[in-house]
Every structure is written in structure tokens, then in C-alpha cells.
């Protein structure tokens, strides 16, 4: 069974910078696409960054040049640096797995990010 677990969601001010973790299990994670969604209260569920299984990345025009995804392969992690945090990156975070295998997606529980002005 496939599990995502967030971490390092948090208050922090604008242009400050968090990181969050996704560690994974139940899956053999390299092979995998992830990613990281965010939902802003009252508003849909929105892509933020994708990672492929072989480190080629794509980013939101919104967070272009401010976030970075990355990930280890072997401690089965994807990470969000998200640096000059805006009011508007509010959201709850989520990580997500496109698994090549099972043909879904899975999704983590979520992590929060309030960014105060």
C-alpha cells in the first residue's frame, strides 16, 4: 500500500522560506513521477511542481524562480524549497505520486503553509 506523508508546513512571513518533505513507502520510489499540488481555501486544488523519475522538473508559472523540487531516491523523499514566500502561497501542500506500476495516483494528507504579510 502506497503512503505519503508531508512535512514542514508551517506560519512563516512573506519572503521568508520553508521546505517541505514527502516521504513515501509501499512503492518502489524511484521509478515514479511526484509532485506537489497546493488548495487555497475556496479555491481548486492547483499543480505546483513535478519531478520524473529521472530529475527532469516542471514548475507553475506562480512559483517559477522561487521553488525548487528535488528528490532522493534513496531515502524514498521528494522535497519543496520554497523560498520568497508570498501571502498568496497559502495553501494546503500536497505531494502526489503518478505510479507507473498500479496506473494511479496516490496522495499524501497534506501539510499547511501560511505565509503572513
Known amino acids: 500500500q502506497v503512503q505519503l506523508v508531508e512535512s514542514g508546513g508551517g506560519l512563516v512571513q512573506a519572503g521568508g522560506s520553508l521546505r517541505l518533505s514527502c516521504a513515501a513507502s509501499g512503492t518502489i520510489f524511484s521509478i515514479n513521477a511526484m509532485g506537489w499540488y497546493r488548495q487555497a481555501p475556496g479555491k481548486q486544488r492547483e499543480w505546483v511542481a513535478t519531478i520524473t523519475s529521472g530529475g527532469s522538473t516542471n514548475y507553475a508559472d506562480s512559483v517559477k524562480g522561487r521553488f525548487t523540487i528535488s528528490r532522493d531516491n534513496a531515502k524514498n523523499s521528494v522535497y519543496l524549497q520554497m523560498n520568497s514566500l508570498k501571502p498568496e502561497d497559502t495553501a494546503v501542500y500536497y505531494c502526489?505520486?503518478?505510479?507507473?506500476?498500479?496506473?494511479?495516483?496516490?496522495w499524501g494528507q497534506g501539510t499547511q503553509v501560511t505565509v503572513s504579510s
Open positions: 502526489t505520486q503518478n505510479n507507473v506500476l498500479t496506473r494511479r495516483d496516490y
